[in-house]
């Protein structure tokens, strides 16, 4: 039996999403989205048609760009046997400048790794309950 220390590859993906919502909280929902997002990214919003592409992307998430908080963390997730994709799931909160609460919601994430193994979604869904 051999031993590795290769980090667990789901943990690396919960974490990717960890390190997705820290950035939006520092440094801003776009910049953070558009990091994170493969070229070919959807998202998925209620009231909206589908979000494709970066640049649509970039102009979809311009309005909330400092104005908005949204905080969320991953509670599961899983990963293919081939550990090249996988999705991450959980809950969200989503304030205004002022801390009013805006929406709150649960959302999932299907992940791929680019072809230098960084994590990167590929279709964001996230639902207001």
């Not at 990214?41 to 998430?61: D, T």
Request: hydrophobic fraction near 35%.
């Amino acid at each position: 039996m051999s031993c590795s220390n290769s980090p667990d590859p789901l943990e690396t993906l919960l974490q990717a999403d960890r390190d997705f919502a820290k950035m939006g909280s520092s440094i801003g929902l776009k910049e953070a989205f558009l990091y994170y997002a493969a070229p070919e990214a959807i998202l998925l919003r209620n009231g909206s048609k589908p979000i494709q592409g970066k640049e649509s992307l970039g102009s979809f998430l311009e309005p909330m760009n400092g104005g908005f908080k949204l905080e969320w963390e991953p509670e599961s997730g899983t990963i293919a046997s081939s550990e090249d994709l996988g999705y991450t799931m959980g809950n969200f909160v989503l304030r205004d400048s002022s801390n009013k609460l805006l929406s709150k919601g649960s959302y999932l994430s299907i992940w791929k790794k680019d072809p230098v193994g960084e994590w990167k979604w590929v279709v964001d869904v996230g639902i207001n309950h």
